[in-house]
């Protein structure tokens, strides 16, 4: 679980804009931000620049519906390498290398829950917000779990490949009901379903448990209240996974894979599964790394249980109780499309308006449209005492009064917004108060949004002003 994150809100006077992004052309033409002082070398290639745009570069085939999200009159997307320029990147299964993420990148999404193939301890020392896409697989996920749940309980592999077997004989209409009896389940309903992980995926697995007749439990520690609202009413909460897990017929893992001391690698290991009942099916529909093999093999060979996993495993893949599927959870129209959009709205909010939401290594942070006459600010800098004090300073000494900002941290990282007032100055240069914010000690990047995309980005590169 990541820390909560600490919130400090300062707000004066200043009216309510209709739009946070788009502003007037006198306004655009009398604030000066892009000082030149970057050589295009250490952007890449000029060729790939589009004036006035924001430029995202994607990995993976990423759906047209969600890609469709970007106006074209404001952004160009181009593929890999040829967004050489690029102000951030989409991206769905590509591991992606540092050496792919550009100077002038200001975000990463993917589109999809989980980020281990984003390097995202590197991301944050760089001040590179990370965003995934929770719940945008949920459903497609969730039917999968409750077909998984039919597999664990039907014998319909084993009905199909003996069809399939009987078809190639010509005995197929000859035995069909004479050897069905060798292929005997259970049903679903009355029998008690464990979920581990209340997010997204498994609250509404619980709930369509619960409608199909069943019994459900669930244990997850940082149950948000968002999501405990979601389950259904008669859903008994456990305190831990053994407990939750000890009179269950069936148990699905709805929970991340963290690596490292503390995290969840082998998390359903033998403690856990020598608990499990006889004739008990694990649905792991999360990350095969949750579960122990050599532990699961034992509970499979010796007590007629069933291990349902969406991913490969080098010991279980023949084992007769089991059912290794190619990692089918969310490869569906529908997902990939919710994710997309997902993740490119997200992208849109952070590069227009300096918005956070849905980031695995920022705060969530959002402040109000920008007042009429102000342009807004958006600062990266380390999590450290006086940081606020001295950005606030620099404006100060400009003779720039700030009309509201909003200061959040999470880990090593803190994010400021501050809107800034405008009215009075016929022109509003930037370009020195930017640079004196940015080469403070401590601060990773910073970014005036006033309504040109593409534009007002700064970096402090190892002490050297990049822009």
Not at 292 to 307: F, Q, R, V, W
Not at 416 to 440: A, C, P
Request: proline share 4%; glycine share 10%.
């Amino acid at each position: 679980m990541f820390p909560t994150a600490l919130r400090t809100v300062a707000r004066t006077s200043g009216r309510q804009s209709a739009a946070a992004f788009h502003t007037t052309a006198s306004l655009a033409a009398d604030v000066s931000v892009e000082h030149g002082r970057g050589e295009w070398k250490t952007y890449g290639d000029i060729t790939t620049y589009k004036p006035g745009h924001f430029q995202i570069k994607t990995y993976n085939k990423i759906s047209p519906h969600g890609l469709a999200r970007f106006p074209k009159e404001n952004y160009e997307v181009k593929e890999g390498e040829n967004a050489a320029n690029a102000h951030a990147i989409l991206l769905r299964s590509h591991k992606l290398q540092e050496d792919e993420v550009n100077l002038t990148v200001r975000a990463i999404a993917r589109c999809g829950a989980g980020t281990n193939n984003v390097p995202v301890a590197r991301m944050t020392e760089l001040g590179i917000p990370v965003f995934n896409t929770p719940g945008a697989n949920a459903n497609a996920v969730k039917e999968l779990v409750l077909a998984g749940m039919l597999l664990g309980s039907r014998r319909i592999v084993d009905g199909i490949n003996h069809m399939y077997s009987l078809g190639e004989q010509g005995l197929a209409r000859e035995r069909v009901e004479k050897d069905k009896a060798m292929f005997g389940g259970r049903e679903l309903k009355g029998k008690t379903l464990a979920v581990i992980g209340l997010g997204h995926i498994g609250a509404a697995t619980a709930r369509d448990a619960e409608a199909l007749g069943m019994n459900v439990t669930g244990y997850d520690p940082g149950l948000s209240i968002e999501n405990a609202l979601k389950l259904p009413r008669s859903i008994a909460l456990k305190d831990s996974i053994n407990s939750c897990v000890g009179d269950a017929d069936y148990i699905s893992l709805n929970i991340p894979y963290i690596k490292g001391e503390g995290g969840t690698h082998g998390i359903i290991g033998n403690d856990v599964i020598s608990g499990f009942k006889n004739g008990a099916v694990l649905l792991n529909f999360a990350r095969g790394e949750l579960v122990d093999s050599e532990a699961m093999k034992t509970h499979l060979d010796n007590n007629d249980g069933k291990y349902i996993s969406d991913f490969p495993d080098d010991l279980l893949w023949d084992n007769a109780n089991s059912v290794i599927l190619p990692h089918l959870g969310a490869s569906t129209a529908e997902a990939e499309d919710a994710a997309a959009s997902m993740a490119a709205d997200t992208i849109r909010e952070f590069l227009e308006s300096g918005t956070i939401r849905n980031s695995v290594n920022f705060p969530a942070t959002s402040l109000p449209n920008r007042p009429e006459n102000s342009i807004r600010l958006a600062v990266v800098t380390q999590n450290k005492p006086g940081m606020l004090a001295h950005i606030s300073e620099a404006f100060a000494n400009n003779d720039l009064n700030i009309l509201q900002q909003i200061n959040q941290s999470r880990g090593d990282v803190a994010y400021n917004v501050v809107d800034v007032d405008t009215s009075g100055h016929s022109v509003v240069d930037f370009k020195t108060v930017q640079e004196k914010i940015t080469m403070l000690d401590g601060v990773l990047s910073s970014r005036v949004i006033y309504g040109v995309p593409g534009t007002g980005y700064a970096k402090n590169v190892g002490g050297d002003y990049f822009v």
